[in-house]
C-alpha cells in the first residue's frame, strides 16, 4: 500500500493536470474586435506564459541544486515538476491554435485543440512528422520560443523527472 502523503500527492497532480486539459479546452480563444479587449487576453496569456516558464524553471533549478530533496519531499517536488511540464506544453498547444485560429495560413494542418496539442506534442518531443508546419512569420516566431523553451526547460525538467524516477528505491509496503 502506498504512502498516505505520495497517494495524495498524485490526487493533487491528476487534479491539477485534469483542471489544465479543462481549461485548455474551454479557454476562449475566438478573436476579439474589441481591442482593449484582445490587448488584454494577449497581455493575460504573456503573463501566463511567463509564470508557467518561471515554475518550470523553478523547479527545474530546485531538481539541480547541490541540495536535493530526498524522500516525500523528493516526491512532491517531482511530481510538482511533472505537472509544470505538462501546463508548459498547454500553454504552447494553445498560443499555435490561437496562431492559427487567428491568422489563416500560419499553420498547415493545424485546424483543431486536438491538432494543436499533437503539435505541441511533436514539437517538444522533436518527432516533427511533418504534417502540420509553421508557413508564417508569426507562427515560426511562437515555433521558436516553444522549441527554445523545449529544450531549455522542458526537456531538462523531464530528464530530470525519468532519472529520479529511475534512480528512486521503492517504498516498503506499509500495513
Known amino acids: 500500500m502506498a504512502d498516505p502523503t505520495f ?3 498524485r490526487r493533487r497532480a491528476a487534479a491539477a493536470v485534469a483542471l ?3 481549461a ?3 479557454a476562449p480563444v475566438e478573436p476579439d474586435p474589441n481591442g482593449l479587449r484582445l490587448a488584454l487576453r494577449s497581455a493575460g496569456t504573456l503573463v501566463l506564459v511567463v509564470v508557467v516558464a518561471f515554475l518550470v524553471t523553478g523547479q527545474v533549478r530546485r531538481q539541480l541544486a547541490a541540495t536535493q530533496p530526498t524522500g516525500d519531499a523528493e516526491t512532491r517536488a517531482l511530481i510538482r515538476l511533472a505537472v509544470a ?8 498547444a494553445l498560443a499555435d491554435y490561437v496562431v492559427a485560429d487567428t491568422r489563416p495560413g500560419e ?9 494543436a496539442l ?4 511533436a514539437t517538444l518531443t522533436t518527432v516533427g512528422y511533418g504534417d502540420v508546419t509553421a508557413q508564417g512569420q508569426i507562427a515560426r516566431v511562437v515555433v521558436s520560443a516553444q522549441m527554445v523553451f523545449s529544450i531549455g526547460v522542458i526537456a531538462t525538467g523531464a530528464s530530470i523527472v525519468v532519472k529520479q524516477m529511475m534512480t528512486q528505491r521503492p517504498r516498503p509496503n506499509r500495513r
Open 7 to 9: 497517494r495524495r500527492e
Open 20 to 22: 489544465l486539459l479543462l
Open 24 to 26: 485548455y479546452f474551454l
Open 85 to 92: 511540464l505538462i501546463a508548459g506544453l498547454l500553454v504552447f
Open 107 to 115: 499553420f498547415i494542418g493545424l485546424r483543431t485543440r486536438i491538432d
Open 118 to 121: 499533437y503539435f505541441a506534442l
